[in-house]
Each structure stands twice: as C-alpha cells, then as structure tokens.
C-alpha cells in the first residue's frame, strides 16, 4: 500500500491549472479531492497549515442535524444526510457515540414533543427515553433530568477528515501548498484569471493562473471577494469551547432547547469539550480571538447543567473560532443565521466570471459543499463527470480496526489501538518494528518514535504545531510536558529545524498552548501550568525571549476571577 506525501510548500510551483482554491479547511480539501477525482487539475493555497481555520476550531460533532430540527429544517435535512455518508466514507475519522438531548426541570417539557416531531420531519431517528434509562445509558448526565431523547449525533475529528481529503486529492494529483498565502486576485476585465501568492516560508510572491479561482476561505471569504472587488456580507461570531482534562461521558449530551450558549458536551479521544458562546467579533479581531474569563466562567456554569461533574473535573485549555455565518445583520449573535451552505457564481451574481465562492455550511456538510462548487466548475469547463465522494471511501477508512490491528502487531496492545484510531488502514505506513520506532514519544496521546516520523516524512508537516494537529501530541491532559521536547529532538533529526533554532520552535509551541491555558489558570491548572514552566525554564533553560512570537501580555488587563468556579 503506498500513500503519497502532501507535497510540502517549498517544492516545485505551478504556474497554470485549472482551478485555484483558496483555503485549506475541510471545504477546501474537500473540493481538492473532489475536482480531482474528475480530472481537473487543481492547486490549493492555505496560508497556515491545514485545519487551522473554523475546521480546527470546533466541537467535532457529527451533527445528526437535530439540532437545527425545530429551527432551520434545510440544514437538519443536510447534516443527517451527511452523518450517514461520512460513517461510511470516513469512519476512522468517525465515532459513534450516539446522542443525548436532556430536559432540565427550569426547561419546557412540551418542547421535546416538538422537537421529536421536527427531528422525524427532517428524517433523524429521534427516540424518547424514560429518565432513568437515559442516565444508565449516560451515567454523567444530570441526574435532575425529566426527559430525554437519544439522537444518531456522533463525534467526528476534523484534523484527521481534512489530512484524509487531502491525501486522496494529492493522490489523484491535486498539489497542496500550506503556508501560501493569496495577496491579490488577479483579474482580465470581467473576468478572474489567477491569484498572487506569498510563499510565507520563502518569502517570495509568484502568480498561478487557472480558469476558476475558488474562494473556500471560511469567514475570511469576505476578505478574499473583496480582494476580486465582490461584496461578500458575513457576519464573524466567535464561539469559544473549553477543554476536560479527562474524557467524562461516552455519547454527546446536549439541552433539549433552542440553541443557546454551553449547551454541548462532546467526547473526543481521551478528553472532553463544552460549547460553545456565541459573540460578534470585527473582521479585525478574527486572528487574535482571545477569551476571556468570563466565557470560561460561563461555559463551566453552564456546561454543568448538563453534566455537574465539569465543576470539579480538571480544565486544561479553551479556544475559540469564527463561524463562516453569510450575514443576517438582523441576528445579533448569529444563533438565528442558517447553517444551510452558500454557492455563489460572482459571474451570475456580480458581472465577475472565473470566480467562485463556497462558504456557510458546517464541519459536517463539508463534502455537499465540495460536490456542489465541483459541479458549477464543471458547468463552466463544460465537463460531465459525476461525482463519487459520497461513495468513495477516503485514504485511512478502508478496512476494519480489527484487521488494521493484525498488521501492527509489534506495538503495545494501547499504542496499536491509539495508532490505528488516528490512521486508519494507513497505520501499516508506520514504523513500528524497532524498539527505537515503537518508542513513546507522547505517553498521554500514546504516540510512538515511528508515528512522529511518518507524520513528518509524508503529512506536510513544517513546525511543531502542525505535527500537533497530525498526530494529537502534546493535545492530552498534560498539554506537551515532555513530548514536546522528545518530538523536537526528532524534528531537528529530520532537518525540519537546526540544532539553533529548536529552542524557538519548542517555544512557539508552549506560548500557543499559553494562549489556551491562561484564561482558565487556576486550581489544578495552574499547579500543572507552574510544573511545565519550572520544567523548560529550569531544567531545558528556555526563556521568554526564545519564542518568536510571545503571546501578548494584553491578558494581564483582564479581571481576574474573584473565585474559582
Ligand atoms: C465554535 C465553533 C463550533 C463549531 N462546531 C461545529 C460542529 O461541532 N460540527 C460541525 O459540523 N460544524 C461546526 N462548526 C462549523 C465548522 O467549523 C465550519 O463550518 C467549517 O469548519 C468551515 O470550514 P471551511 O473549510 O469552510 O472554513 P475554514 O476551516 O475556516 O477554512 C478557511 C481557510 O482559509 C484560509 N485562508 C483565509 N484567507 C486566506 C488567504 N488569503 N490565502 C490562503 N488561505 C486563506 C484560512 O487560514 C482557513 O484555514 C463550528 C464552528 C465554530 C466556530
């Protein structure tokens, strides 16, 4: 079995191509694959890594679309359509928890009837629960509730969708380029004919033609139509989630309520999150959303309505992202904007041809989205392929766990399972038959030597961070204690930094778990927080002055929190 390597930004550059996308989160990987898989050549430009915008930035529910049921039937009817498909096509990507919504006594019991008729509307399997049966299914949700209804809501882990989307697009002959940014659209006319782009790494800007430029930048779409000269209206809300230290429940618990703040708990892996809030930010904030400790406050009041064991389970990190909402100015906090997708042709729309936008829609509709924008772009290079995204199974999701599990049989029974969670039926490509390789690197994410290697050899990874988001190290309850120093040792052995230069990268990594850490340190957080600190300052020697980019001390305005909730 052979997978090929994302091709890293530094290689060879395209001049020409069919189609440019713009963005590299799962709409973008997602329409990769799909112009691929129809013979279209297509280069797409991500000026991060991927999954570093929304993607990166959510609660990783596979949404059985119930909870838009009673509220926005057309984005329901998307999001079950889609769990099912995304069970088949990516099911290493995919758990299946199942879902729970739960009434409280404060909440309105008649509105599960209404809730369990929308959800049979929009065709979820939508089944009433007697109190006690729910709370032996979900031993963590609040024991107060008088009603339930389970829900086929699931967990879906987005890094893993959009590496796997990407590896499919490169492998029908796509090119990636991460960390390129789009700094012009360049135009003929009326018409749209290629993109300037800055290799951030290089630091050399080059131009790419294509005949359609795609525009799959999220939130950031109104930045880009500006850049053609389009008015794109959309409305940044910043949805903040906080991380468990630990993975308390099993399914996905939610309120049995219209959408409000804090009211989802999902597991993922070894830990767990409660989402989110929903607050107006200005396009300028998009790439500096800092929380504060309020919405953390918040999320922990709220997130223990559903389940009172958040109060005292360690928090070890929160993060925030921008919904890509096209704009309502109506909704003042983006909960009534539909999460129903967005196609739109700037040549029917604004006179503008060659350029295409794809935003709205959710995590979970990310291959509607793609199949959609492919098929426009087929439209207008006058070709008829069919799509088959919705039946071809992506690279990874292949074969079963149990037999993956036989071909990597020389590690450790947990490391195995942990491996072949995070790959899928690409696990074999790991390294796993020297003591060296089956090392651990990440003794809380169980990552191995041999993992590390893979990732950096063939998944377009270029600093720590990026190696984060392949392989979840440095994600556990211990936020890189020690892994961190380990994989930069293996970073630097792969030449991806020299000896000089390894303490900064290390430092980035800390000061962007910093970022993270800060709002909510207090209690067991900080005592873990003082032990990294005393670690890398005492023992590695780093100093502040290390990190390239500190994180802003502008966190030291903020009130603190009068007592620890
Ligand atoms: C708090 C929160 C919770 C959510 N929860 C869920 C959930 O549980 N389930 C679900 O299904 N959906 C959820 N969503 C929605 C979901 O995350 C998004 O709909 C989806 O990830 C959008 O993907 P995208 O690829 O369209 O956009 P993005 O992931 O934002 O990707 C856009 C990319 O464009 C890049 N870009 C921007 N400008 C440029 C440029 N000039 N050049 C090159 N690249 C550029 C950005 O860096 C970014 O990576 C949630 C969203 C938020 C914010």
Redesign the pocket.
């Known amino acids: 079995m052979t997978v090929e390597p994302l091709v890293l930004g530094a290689l060879e550059r395209t001049t020409e191509t069919d189609v440019i996308i713009?963005?590299?989160?799962?709409?973008?990987?997602g329409l990769a694959r799909d112009c691929s898989r129809r013979g279209i050549k297509c280069v797409l430009?991500?000026?991060?890594d991927?999954?570093?915008?929304?993607?990166?930035?959510?609660?990783?529910?596979?949404?059985s679309g119930a909870r838009y049921a009673v509220t926005d039937r057309d984005s329901a009817k998307e999001?079950i359509e889609e769990n099912y498909i995304l069970r088949k096509i990516a099911r290493h990507c995919v758990d299946e928890t199942d879902g729970l919504f739960i009434t409280l006594p404060e909440d309105d019991l008649e509105y599960q009837k209404n809730f369990i008729k929308a959800c049979q509307d929009a065709g979820i399997a939508a089944e009433a629960l007697e109190p006690k049966d729910a709370k032996e299914l979900e031993p963590s949700a609040n024991p107060s509730l008088i009603g339930a209804v389970k829900v086929p809501d699931g967990v879906?882990d987005?890094f893993r969708l959009t590496v796997a989307n990407m590896l499919d697009a490169v492998k029908h002959g796509a090119k990636c380029y991460t960390y390129?940014?789009?700094?012009a659209i360049l135009k003929e006319g009326a018409r749209v004919v290629g993109v300037r782009?800055l290799d951030k790494l290089s630091k050399e800007e080059y131009e790419v033609r294509a005949q359609v430029v795609v525009n799959?930048?999220?939130?950031?779409g109104t930045?880009?139509g500006s850049l053609a000269g389009v008015d794109i209206k959309m409305f940044p809300t910043?949805?903040?989630?906080l991380i468990m230290g630990h993975r308390i429940n099993q399914l996905v618990i939610n309120r049995c309520r219209k959408p409000a703040d804090a009211d989802?708990l999902?597991p993922g892996d070894t830990v767990c999150l409660i989402?989110?809030t929903s607050i107006p930010i200005k396009f300028s904030q998009l790439d500096t959303t800092r929380v504060s400790y309020q919405e953390v406050e918040l999320l922990i009041t709220e997130g223990a309505k559903l389940c009172p064991k958040l109060t005292t389970a360690r928090k070890i990190r929160c993060y925030?992202?921008?919904?890509?909402l096209v704009a309502d100015e109506a909704d003042t906090t983006g909960r009534k904007t539909s999460?129903h997708l967005v196609l739109m042709d700037h040549e029917k729309r604004d006179g503008l041809s060659g350029f295409i936008t794809?935003?709205?829609?959710?995590?979970?509709?990310?291959r509607l989205?793609a199949e959609k924008a492919t098929d426009l772009i087929c439209e207008k290079l006058k070709l008829k392929v069919p799509c088959d995204t919705a039946t071809a199974v992506l690279p990874g999701s292949g074969e079963s766990p149990d037999k993956i599990l036989r071909k990597v049989a020389p590690l450790a029974p947990t490391v195995r399972a942990a491996i072949v969670s995070r790959h899928g039926d690409l696990a074999p490509l790991v390294e796993s038959d020297t003591p060296s390789a089956s090392s651990l690197v990440c003794e809380c994410e169980l990552v191995s030597v041999g993992e590390i290697k893979h990732a950096i050899e063939s998944l377009a990874v270029h600093n720590l961070v990026d190696l984060r988001r392949r392989v979840r190290i440095g994600m556990g309850p211990c936020q890189g204690e020690l892994c961190v120093g380990r994989a930069t040792g293996l970073m630097t052995a792969a030449k991806l930094c020299t000896p000089d230069k390894a303490p900064g990268e290390l430092a980035s990594f800390l000061e962007e778990r910093w970022k993270g850490i800060y709002p909510l340190n207090w209690g067991e957080t900080i005592r873990e927080s003082e032990f990294v600190m005393w670690l890398y300052q005492s023992i590695c020697g780093l100093t502040r002055a290390d990190s390239p980019n500190p994180a802003p001390p502008e966190h030291l305005e903020d009130e603190a929190p009068t007592e620890s909730p």
């Open positions: 713009i963005g590299g989160g799962a709409t973008g990987a430009f991500e000026r991060g991927l999954a570093t915008g929304a993607t990166g930035r959510n609660h990783g529910l596979l949404h999001c879906i987005p390129h940014e789009v700094m782009v799959a930048s999220g939130i950031w930045l880009i910043r949805g903040t989630l989802i999902v989402g989110t925030a992202g921008s919904r890509p999460r794809i935003t709205g829609g959710k995590l979970i509709t990310y989205m």
